[in-house]
C-alpha cells in the first residue's frame, strides 16, 4: 500500500527534523557547562541519541517510500533501542534531580541553598572532594561572580537592591556567604562579618572577601550548581519527552509499513483473503 509507505517516510522526515531539538538541547547543556554548571557529561548521551536519531530516521524514510524491507527492518531494530535509551536517560534526569530546591528568605527575593537539602547519585558527585576542584575551578574561571555588579546612575547597589535580585542557582551559592551568617553587604562579592553571628552552618567560616575564594569551597555553592542542573536537566527532559511520544507513534506505524513491505515482496493481495479453490469431482455433473 503506497500511501501507509509514504505516510511512513513522511512522519520519518517530521522525525529526522525532530532530532534537531535534542541535538540542540546538548548543545544548550553544554553551553551551560561551559559557562555556569560546569558539568561537562550529560550532554554527550543527548547528543549522540540525537544522531543517532537523525541517522536511524532517514533509514526508516528510504525503506518505507522505496519499499526496502531490509532497511525497514534495521529503522525498526535500531529505533527500538533508541526508544529504550531515550527513555532510560528521561528516567535517569528526573531521578538524580528529583530532590532539593532554594530556600526562601524574609524580605529577600532570591534563595538560600542547602547541600543537605540533596542526596542521591548527583549530590555524591559534585559533593566530591576531587571532582568538586574540577567544578570550582571552572566556576571561578568562568567569572560569574565578578559579572554580578550593578550600579543605578552611577551609584553602586545598595544593600536593599541586592535583597530585591533574582539572584541564579550559583550567585547565590557560591558569591555571597549564607544569609544565617549575619554578615553585612559591603557590595555584591565583599562582606563584612565582623558583626556576624557563630552558626553552625560551617560556610560562614569557609567565606572569603577574597575574589579568588569568595565562597568556591561552601557547600552552599556545591548546593547551588545541583539547583542549576536540575533546572538545566528538566527544561531538556521536557523537549526529550515530546519527541519519546512522537517516536513511538512513528515506530508502531513503521511495523505497519514493515509488514506491508513483506507483503508486497510475498506477492500477498492485501485486503483480500487467499483461498485454494478445490479441484472439482469427476462425478460432479
Not at 520519518?12 to 527534523?17: A, C, H, I, K, S
Not at 557547600?219 to 513511538?248: H, Q
Request: a positive charge; charged letters at 15%.
Amino acid at each position: 500500500m503506497r500511501t501507509s509507505n509514504h505516510l511512513i517516510g513522511l512522519l520519518n522526515f517530521l522525525v529526522f527534523l525532530l532530532s534537531i531539538p535534542i541535538i540542540g538541547g546538548g548543545i544548550w547543556l553544554s553551553s551551560r557547562a561551559n559557562n555556569t554548571d560546569c558539568m561537562k557529561f550529560l550532554q554527550w548521551p543527548l547528543i549522540i541519541i540525537g544522531v543517532s536519531i537523525m541517522i536511524v530516521s532517514l533509514a526508516g524514510f528510504a525503506g518505507a517510500c522505496y519499499r526496502n524491507t531490509f532497511l525497514m527492518w534495521l529503522y525498526l531494530f535500531v529505533m527500538f533501542f533508541i526508544i529504550g535509551a531515550l527513555i532510560g536517560f528521561i528516567i535517569f534526569a528526573y531521578a538524580v534531580t528529583s530532590k532539593g530546591s532554594g530556600r526562601a528568605l524574609m524580605n529577600k527575593v532570591y534563595l538560600d541553598y542547602y547541600l543537605e537539602d540533596y542526596s542521591g547519585w548527583l549530590e555524591e558527585r559534585v559533593a566530591d572532594d576531587s571532582y568538586w576542584s574540577k567544578i570550582s575551578s571552572c566556576i571561578r574561571d568562568s567569572k560569574v561572580c565578578s559579572k554580578m555588579g550593578r550600579s543605578s546612575g552611577g551609584v553602586p547597589e545598595t544593600a536593599n537592591m541586592f535583597a530585591n535580585r533574582k539572584l541564579s542557582p550559583i550567585e547565590s551559592g557560591c558569591c555571597k556567604p549564607p544569609t544565617e551568617c549575619g554578615y553585612v553587604y559591603v557590595n555584591e562579592t565583599v562582606w563584612d562579618p565582623s558583626t556576624g553571628t557563630t552558626p553552625s552552618n560551617l560556610d560562614c567560616t569557609r567565606w572569603s572577601n577574597d575574589q579568588e575564594q569568595l565562597c568556591y569551597s561552601c557547600n552552599s555553592c556545591k548546593a547551588g550548581v545541583l539547583a542549576s542542573l536540575k533546572k538545566s536537566w528538566r527544561k531538556a527532559s521536557v523537549i526529550n519527552i515530546v519527541v519519546l511520544i512522537i517516536l513511538v507513534i512513528v515506530y508502531v506505524l513503521g511495523w505497519a509499513a514493515f509488514r506491508n513491505n513483506r507483503r508486497i515482496d510475498n506477492d500477498e493481495p492485501y485486503g483480500e483473503t487467499r483461498m485454494t479453490k478445490a479441484k472439482p469431482s469427476p462425478f460432479q455433473l
